[in-house]
């Protein structure tokens, strides 16, 4: 019976066997997994460590859009490299050398760094932390532009010069063919002083009876032409003598009639007259309305209908318009006397004020505006305000155009300040200078007011011409 279960044995052994070898198959490539997997963990931490240098995981996401487009055989790393070298190449203009992304930049920044340094020498300043390499391509296009232009400006005014020239060798040469013609002419009367000479040497070489019957003959023609030269000349004087007589005849009856021109005539002028008055309003209507450029606001003066103004330019009464109609304006009076009241047709007038052009006034000097006796500051400001805002034109200095001048009194001279006056206050020789000035601006203006026969108004008259004496005692008159 034993011998029986043999078989039975053998198999199992040969089983544990088996399972024995696979056990130990399966736990040598367990191992050896394990210790591969082991360094593979290591190679892959690694891996990452080195990839971190490179760059970030959020950098490696986005590495694409940070580098762009690449060839299917080209690195990322290779990619970034070619496009830094293009820009280097741009910078430098050549291919960079096979050196680190360091060095180029150092390179790069060098050329750059020199590059500053040349400009600022150019006396081209430019701040190293606010440019680049474009900014100053565009300074330096900027300044070619500019240069450009001032060549271009310059070849013009080298084309006016030569221009220039050619009309002065023109007229060189207009001149010269002029006094080439005039040394014709006095050859020529060189030529007739010879021909008199030669008649004269003749006649010196007659005998003494032929030369002196030949010089009394002449003699004889020229006392016969004096004689007539004398009647003619007293014809003329006492021709010229009726004539002076008649004119200062003319002129003394003219005098009576009307007196000579006074240069000042045009302050006098009248600008329109009373229509209408109402004494117990005190109000007045003029002949003057929105079509003559009248506004309300607007003052005259009221002068006697059938009287000359008078010369200081006071006038009988003061008006001021409150309404303006198309032809007509309505005007309270503002000033007048009970012994001398406005009446129907008396003249008005306002020196500034012109239907038909706008004055101009030249004003110079200082002025006592309040009447308080003392200076005002800016007096002459303030009159020339009041003249550009009733329509005047105010200009700096007397020309051909100036119609009036309100002249103020002389501009006081300051004395000229000391070294330490000056120290402590820096502006005195400023206005030591500016006083100058002024004083001999004011002295101007009269000699040529006067010589442009230019009517010279002080401020009394300027405003009683004006209509404005009453008004400009009134506060915010100016």
């Known amino acids: 019976m034993a011998a029986a279960k043999r078989p039975q044995s053998n198999s199992m052994l040969y089983t544990l066997i088996t399972f024995v070898g696979l056990f130990i198959v399966t736990t040598t490539v367990a191992i050896i997994f394990y210790v591969q997997n082991e360094e593979q963990k290591k190679l892959a931490a690694e891996s990452v460590d080195q990839l971190n240098e490179f760059a970030t995981t959020r950098e490696v996401q986005k590495i694409g859009t940070i580098v762009g487009s690449k060839t299917s055989k080209q690195s990322y790393i290779g990619k970034l490299n070619e496009q830094f070298d293009k820009v280097a190449y741009l910078v430098l203009g050549g291919l960079p050398e096979d050196k680190s992304a360091e060095l180029k930049i150092e390179n790069v920044e060098q050329k750059y760094t020199q590059l500053l340094n040349d400009l600022e020498e150019e006396q081209l300043s430019i701040d190293p932390n606010l440019t680049g390499l474009i900014r100053i391509n565009e300074l330096l296009k900027a300044k070619l532009d500019n240069t450009q232009d001032t060549a271009a400006s310059l070849e013009q005014d080298i084309t006016n010069l ?202 110079v000097g200082d002025f006592d505006i309040d009447y308080d006796s003392k200076i005002e500051p800016e007096g002459d400001e303030k009159i020339k305000e009041l003249i550009s805002k009733w329509g005047g034109i105010v200009d700096d200095a007397v020309s051909i155009n100036t119609d009036f001048v309100v002249l103020g009194s002389s501009p006081r001279v300051l004395r000229k300040p000391t070294y330490e006056e000056i120290e402590l206050y820096p502006d005195a020789m400023e206005k030591y200078e500016d006083s100058i000035k002024q004083s001999e601006l004011y002295k101007q203006t009269i000699d040529r007011a006067t010589a442009l026969s230019i009517p010279i108004l002080n401020l009394e008259r300027f405003l009683y011409l004006t209509g404005y004496m009453t008004e400009s005692k009134t506060a915010g008159a100016f």
């Open 162 to 363: 030569q221009t220039l020239f050619d009309d002065n060798t023109k007229a060189n040469f207009e001149k010269e063919q002029m006094l080439l013609a005039e040394k014709d002419k006095y050859e020529q009367q060189v030529n007739d002083i010879q021909t008199d000479y030669d008649e004269l040497k003749q006649l010196l070489e007659k005998t003494s009876e032929q030369r002196v019957g030949v010089l009394l003959k002449d003699l004889d023609n020229e006392r016969d032409k004096a004689n007539q030269l004398d009647q003619d000349l007293l014809k003329t004087q006492a021709e010229l003598k009726q004539a002076e007589n008649r004119m200062q005849f003319a002129l003394k009856q003219l005098q009576e009639i009307k007196p000579l021109p006074d240069k000042d005539v045009a302050a006098y002028a009248a600008d329109g007259k009373i229509a209408l008055v109402n004494p117990q309003t005190g109000v007045v209507h003029i002949d003057l309305g929105s079509d003559d450029r009248v506004y309300i606001g607007l003052t005259f003066a009221v002068y006697d209908k059938n009287l000359p103004i008078p010369k200081n330019g006071k006038p009988k009464a003061e008006i001021k318009i409150f309404d303006v109609k198309k032809n007509i304006a309505v005007a309270n009076i503002i000033y007048s006397k009970i012994k001398n009241p406005v009446l129907t047709d008396d003249l008005i007038a306002n020196l500034i004020w012109n239907t038909e052009k706008s004055n101009v006034f030249a004003v």
